[in-house]
């Protein structure tokens, strides 16, 4: 569904990062429809020299998706602008103070899904590569967007597929700044430089059937469950490392759906979710908990009735990555203290983004608007900020190419 986006404030001769943040949030990009977002970005991009190439991916199962690779220069050190167009639901439409692609600005703030995570900071990069290429038009390398519509649903035909192709084409990426909303109190006071890996483990314990007046008869696999969950909730799996808090590990849920009250059922089973830092990695964490619910078993089991077992399925969603410190987060570091006045932190916190595939190819780091609002009713970025960002990016792309 492609809605009309508007064209615009009567001065759409300069490009302006509140303009297109607006024109962005107006075209309902709910993942994984494009929305509009694309075809807005690619007209924009295309009006300041970018050469933009439109990427559909899918494969069989899966929604296709749109993306879009832009590149302004064929030579040079390509600074790479990495970012999503698509937006995570609404939730309950009623419950917002304004309509949610509206874009409307109340009270100094604009309001709509996307206005921090993330086309609040798409606006401030092309508006800031708009004014860099104003005052630098000859400058030496290259400037690129890598914008996929695939982050916020499955990840399968964005931007993995999009770092395929450019390899394919011999396109590299010399450094790539991730718009993701990482600052958590104030504007850029954090910058993220890796992130934590993610697994979801569905553990099924599997005991014999009985009544509970005679549990000689049975084996109950609750009371397997208990200890097993008990072995891995209790044991810590780190104590953080130098760039990473500790690993952690929380239950997700315990589910029996036992009505009665004289049964011992035959299947208990229960979720977890681990956050893992870069002393793990998913493997690692897999054969930790087979270990630990192995051990827990065994103990479990002793003097009962024989045959109690279980079975583990895990999904991964993210591997721990660390772009450890270096000249892009420093360049970011001084951009930040230049504009703002303020030293970010060097930060790994926080969920899964698509630096996770970037990261192989080229130095990645995160930096973008206040993260308080992302993903809830009422999201919104101050007209502040969203200048703020601007001058950062400009700031980045005046450090990376200097004159
Ligand atoms: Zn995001």
Redesign the pocket.
């Known amino acids: 569904m492609n809605a009309a986006p508007d064209t615009g404030s009567p001065n759409s001769g300069s490009l302006d990062a509140l303009d297109l943040a607006r024109r962005l949030i107006r075209c309902p990009s709910v993942t994984p429809e494009e929305g509009g977002a694309l075809d807005l970005l690619e007209e924009v991009l295309g009006g300041l020299g970018f050469t933009c190439h439109r990427l559909p991916f899918s494969e069989p199962g899966t929604a296709e998706v749109d993306n879009l690779y832009a590149r302004l220069g064929a030579g040079g050190r390509n600074f790479c602008f990495a970012g ?1 167009t698509d937006v995570v639901p609404v939730g309950d439409a009623k419950a917002w103070r304004v309509d949610p692609f509206g874009a409307e600005v109340v009270d100094g703030a604009l309001y709509g899904r996307g206005a921090v ?2 086309k609040g900071a798409i606006a401030c990069f092309v508006a800031a590569a708009a004014r860099f290429l104003e005052t630098r038009g000859g400058f030496d390398g290259s400037i690129s967007l890598l914008i996929t519509g695939d ?2 649903a499955e990840a399968i035909n964005g931007t993995r597929k999009m770092l395929g192709w450019l390899t394919e084409r011999g396109e590299t990426l010399d450094a790539c700044l991730v718009g ?2 990482t600052s958590n109190e104030t504007l850029a006071d954090t910058i993220k430089i890796g992130r934590r890996g993610s697994l979801n483990a569905r553990l099924t314990v599997h005991g014999i059937q009985g009544h509970t007046a005679y549990p000689q008869l049975a084996d109950n696999p609750l009371h397997h469950l208990v200890r097993m969950l008990d072995a891995v909730a209790s044991d810590p799996l780190d104590r953080g490392t130098a760039h990473f808090p500790p690993s952690g590990l929380q239950i997700t849920t315990v589910d029996v759906g036992n009505e009665v009250g004289n049964v011992i059922p035959a299947t208990a089973r229960a979720a977890l979710n681990v956050r893992f830092n870069d002393a793990h990695d998913s493997a690692a964490i897999e054969a930790w908990l087979r270990r630990h619910f192995d051990a827990a078993l065994k103990s479990s089991s002793k003097g009962g009735t024989a045959g109690a077992r279980y079975e583990l399925a895990i999904r991964v969603t993210g591997e721990s990555f660390l772009c450890p410190p270096g000249p892009l987060s420093d360049l970011l570091g001084r951009a930040v203290e230049a504009t703002l006045g303020r030293t970010p932190e060097l930060g790994t916190t926080g969920g899964t ?1 698509d630096a996770r595939f970037i990261k192989d190819h080229c130095p990645i780091a995160e930096l973008g608007l206040l993260n308080a609002t ?1 993903h809830k009713v009422d999201e919104h970025v101050s007209l502040d900020d969203l200048r703020g960002l601007e001058a950062v990016y400009g700031a980045a792309l005046d450090g990376y190419f200097p004159a």
């Open positions: 999503h995570d993330m982050e916020e993701e909303p983004s992302a």
